[in-house]
């Protein structure tokens, strides 16, 4: 079974920028994830489980409130990995993953269709038109990807629940 959810991507506040983590490190350990047709990279670091995904029992609308999973007693909201990448709709999938990330004892889940790797970070210059406000940096040697900047992730996901994301 397959869900459509219908995505937009917000900037992060202004103020996330005082969150954003430092440069990126050669040999740093980056997650490689896969996000629909996209690929991206996290540090590992700033992974603290991978879970799997589970349906929700009704799709979210468009411009409805941002969804949250309750984890461990904590609301934590929940970015999808496509409409970070841009893409207009994120598709569920029964097999896809989240992962738990944490960033200055804040946390967001990231909804991914795989965790597929761990590589050392090989960082690049960024390709024309490749800053972003949640991008990092960039890494690779054959097929260069973004490196989630996760602090600013978790900002942005924490802004869009409207304050109903709760705990740490």
């Known amino acids: 079974m397959t869900t459509t959810i219908t995505t937009t991507a917000a900037e992060p506040p202004r103020d996330a920028a005082a969150l954003a983590g430092g440069a990126l490190r050669a040999g740093e350990a980056l997650v490689r994830v896969r996000c629909g047709a996209f690929g991206l990279l996290l540090p590992l670091a700033a ?3 991978i879970l799997p995904a589970a349906l929700p029992a009704a799709a979210p609308a468009a411009g409805g409130a941002h969804p949250l999973v309750s984890l461990g007693g904590e609301l934590v909201p929940v970015l999808f990995g496509e409409a970070l990448l841009g893409e207009p709709e994120a598709r569920l999938r029964a097999e ?3 992962l738990l990330l944490g960033a200055g004892g804040r946390h ?3 909804w991914v269709s795989a965790v597929e790797d761990v590589e050392p970070c090989r960082p690049l210059a960024p390709p024309p038109g490749g800053e972003g406000a949640l ?3 960039w890494s690779g040697d054959e097929a260069p990807l973004a490196v989630l900047d996760v602090a600013r992730a978790v900002a942005l996901a924490r802004a869009a629940s409207g304050g109903r994301a709760e705990g740490a």
Do not use: F, S, W
Request: net charge negative; no cysteine; charged share 25%.
């Open 47 to 49: 992974v603290e489980r």
């Open 96 to 98: 896809d993953q989240l």
């Open 108 to 110: 967001a889940l990231l």
């Open 135 to 137: 991008v990092a940096g």
